[in-house]
C-alpha cells in the first residue's frame, strides 16, 4: 500500500537507458493525474505526516492518503530521531522526486472507511457494469506478434497482435486484439511475460 513515485535518478535512468521520452519531467504530469489526494488531519500532522500540496493530484481515481492509525503510534518520532542521529534529513514529501531522508509516507488507502484502495476498487468495479467492457480471468504466458514468430519484437516496427494465455481450467487460449495490447502486469510479473515474448534475455 505504499505510495511512492521513486526518485528523479532512478526514473530519467529509464530514459538513459534507451526509452526516449520515459523520464521523471514527463511522466510527472500523470502521477498526479492518477491521485485522488485527501490530505492529513490535524491529529495526523500532529503525529508527524507531512506533505507539499503541489506534489499530489485531486481529480484522479486512486485514494491517497495516510493511515488512520497513524495518530496512534509513538514510532514516528523514534524513527526520527534515529535518523537525525544518523545525520540524515526529514523530507517534506517523499513524492516529490526527492528520496533520500526520512518520511513518514502516505499509502493507498482510503481513509475516511479505512479500506485498502487498489486497482480494482480505483478503476474497475466503478466501471463493471459497461456493456464494451469484458473481464476474462486466466494468466497472460506472452504476447503474439503480427507476423505469427514472438522474435519479430527485434524489428524496430514489431506490433503485438494478441495475448496467449492460460485460462482457469489449465487450457492455452489466444486472445486477438482489434486495436492494441496494453501489458501492465507490475514490476514482478511485466518482466517474465516479456521475456517469454522474446523481449529481453532470451534465456
Known amino acids: 500500500m505504499t505510495y511512492i513515485r521513486g526518485d528523479v535518478a532512478e526514473i530519467d535512468a529509464w530514459e538513459a537507458l534507451g526509452n526516449n521520452g520515459w523520464n521523471w519531467k514527463t511522466l510527472y504530469p500523470y502521477y498526479k493525474q492518477v491521485e ?17 500540496p503541489e506534489f499530489h493530484g485531486d481529480s484522479g481515481d486512486l485514494k491517497v492518503s495516510f493511515l488512520p492509525e497513524l495518530s496512534n503510534t509513538s514510532f514516528h518520532q523514534i524513527a526520527r530521531d534515529t535518523w537525525d542521529v544518523l545525520g540524515y534529513p526529514k523530507i517534506q514529501d517523499v513524492n516529490g522526486g526527492r ?26 468495479w466503478p466501471v463493471a457494469d459497461r456493456p464494451n467492457l469484458k473481464l476474462i480471468q486466466g494468466t497472460a504466458i506472452r504476447l503474439l506478434w503480427q507476423n505469427g514468430t514472438a522474435l519479430s519484437c527485434n524489428s524496430s516496427n514489431a506490433r503485438a497482435s494478441g495475448v496467449e494465455y492460460l485460462d482457469p481450467s489449465g487450457a492455452v487460449l489466444v486472445l486477438d486484439a482489434m486495436k ?9 510479473r511485466t518482466p517474465p511475460i516479456l521475456e517469454r515474448s522474446g523481449i529481453g534475455n532470451p534465456r
Not at 485522488?36 to 507539499?52: F, I
Not at 528520496?99 to 474497475?124: I, L, N, S
Not at 492494441?180 to 514482478?188: F, K, R, T
Open 99 to 124: 528520496t533520500r531522508g526520512f518520511d513518514v509516507w502516505p499509502m493507498t488507502v482510503d481513509r475516511d472507511v479505512d479500506v485498502r484502495e487498489d486497482a480494482g476498487r480505483a478503476y474497475y
Open 36 to 52: 485522488l489526494w485527501n490530505p492529513p488531519t490535524a491529529a495526523q500532522l500532529a503525529a508527524g505526516a507531512t506533505y507539499d
Open 180 to 188: 492494441e495490447v496494453i501489458l501492465s502486469a507490475g514490476s514482478l
